[in-house]
């Protein structure tokens, strides 16, 4: 069997999660995180490693609350984002910097790490069986090791909000061959009667509530490492002092391929409902909607024995 991982991103900070780590909250019933059932999935799915992206700092915390579990039942690596694992050149220029890079520097931690397909996903999000299946499918499906050869599991707007505020999503245009022409990080987007608003650029407008988005799952081969090097040089290059808070996000990269006509990104379909953590208020929710597929027989009650 090929080998496939799924890459997690779990290095955020959780600011806005009542200022614990949102990653490590416990959602199921016997102290299951959103993370178990993603990894249960995907090694359903056919995945056979699991590479983790973390802080130094969560380590600790990390490895007894799930890393150590998870050793057991799959192969597991670990990699580090740190806001100073960038070129020595940049140090200087950027020591006011506070937090790591975001998503693209994410995934570039894991080059040592990865030597094959995988696909990316958040901590914090609930993806659903059919998205790793689909993606799987995909990845284990192509032979070959184009670095601009991508897939992404679209998801469906209204099915990612938050009732609790806002959050930040990739706003998808698709063709009619299910290729993806156009993505656009847009932050602050709420539901809004029958509708939704986010802002761009600091402008805000109006997206209907069916807008096909991303929730940053990617499949991807490990030569993408090389043009996510040499795009985060570029984007350190380039940084001036007053957008020392900007970040290197995924979604911009692989838009920017894409407007380049560098890329093309099969987008594969989800119907399965989306759910995640953003908010400490959204625990709840999350809870009980793990206690329903529980009861529904998705999930056996304790998922590794």
Not at 231 to 237: A, H, M, S, T
Request: net charge negative; proline share 4%; glycine share 8%.
């Amino acid at each position: 069997m090929n080998k496939t991982a799924l890459v997690i991103m779990a290095a955020g900070l959780g600011s806005r999660f009542g200022g614990g780590i949102k990653q490590l909250a416990p959602v199921g019933p016997n102290g299951e995180i959103i993370m178990d059932y993603s990894i249960y999935d995907a090694l359903e799915a056919g995945f056979n490693k699991v590479v983790f992206v973390i802080r130094r700092d969560l380590e600790k915390d990390f490895k007894e609350i799930i890393g150590k579990r998870i050793e057991k039942v799959v192969e597991v690596e670990y990699a580090y984002q740190e806001l100073s694992d960038i070129p020595a050149q940049f140090h200087g220029k950027l020591e006011e910097r506070k937090k790591p890079w975001g998503t693209g520097q994410a995934i570039l931690c894991c080059k040592d790490v990865v030597q094959e397909p995988f696909l990316v996903i958040n901590a914090d999000d609930y993806y659903g069986k059919e998205a790793y299946q689909a993606a799987y499918q995909y990845l284990s499906g192509k032979n070959t090791k184009d670095a601009l050869d991508i897939c992404m599991v679209g998801f469906v707007l209204e099915n990612t909000l938050s009732e609790h505020g806002a959050v930040t999503r990739g706003v998808c245009k698709i063709d009619e061959n299910h290729m993806l022409t156009d993505i656009e990080e847009t932050f602050d987007i709420l539901k809004k009667g029958e509708a939704a608003v986010g802002s761009v650029d600091g402008q805000e407008y109006s997206l209907p509530l069916h807008t096909p988005v991303s929730m940053n799952m990617w499949g991807l081969h490990p030569e993408f490492f090389r043009v996510l090097e040499q795009g985060f040089r570029e984007f350190l290059e380039a940084l001036e002092p007053e957008e020392i808070k900007k970040e290197y996000l995924l979604p911009k990269v692989i838009g920017d391929l894409i407007r380049e006509e560098n890329a093309q990104v099969k987008v594969l379909e989800s119907k399965d409902q989306w759910f995640g953590v953003t908010y400490q208020e959204d625990k709840e929710y999350v809870v009980q909607s793990i206690r329903n597929l529980i009861e529904k027989g998705v999930y056996p009650e304790k998922l590794f024995l």
